[in-house]
């Protein structure tokens, strides 16, 4: 073999080399869900469908348009027979006080609960953790559920915190794409 094929082949196998790992470099990382934890309120706030979209609508504030529009998303919303209601909107509805405190007790009952069970479940203490992505689709407060949710557990000074809050029910499908884009280009 000459010097001048010597030095083709070497340089075909370089740039091949290169391809390759810029390719691997480049790949998707895979994303993988390690644990979950689900918050299942005590029985007695179960409800039907029905007395959901009643317990929803019996304050008569609501012109037609407005009580048509939410019976539709009541139908599309993918409620079951047996849903949950925090317990101040089964308050009778002359009793019935929407409030902070009480909206702030049923988030810090649903998220500590099923953070603190997931906690548990995977093994992982909170100073381990370096980033806490908080979704709630209507409940936006100050301080957000995040930093709520970072004292509450004593997570690290240096944990990183976003609350995705008033989306709706994207809030979640979104916070899930976003700690998958985050966690590929963030490692660790």
Known sequence: MTN?????????????????VLLWCRRRLPVMLLGYSCHLPDSDRRCTMDLCEYLGLRMNIYDLQAREFMQLIYSKSGLGEETYMPPYLMQPVERLVVKHPPAIQEAEEGIFTTVSTLLCKTDVAPQDISLVIVACSLFSPSPSLSALLIKQFGFKESVKTY??????????????????????????
């Open 4 to 20: 001048f094929q010597l030095l083709g082949v070497t340089l075909s196998v370089l740039l091949l080399s290169t391809v390759v």
């Open 163 to 188: 609350t995705f809050s008033g989306m709706g029910c994207s809030a979640g499908t979104m916070c899930v794409d976003f700690a998958a884009r985050l966690l590929r280009h963030q490692p660790g």
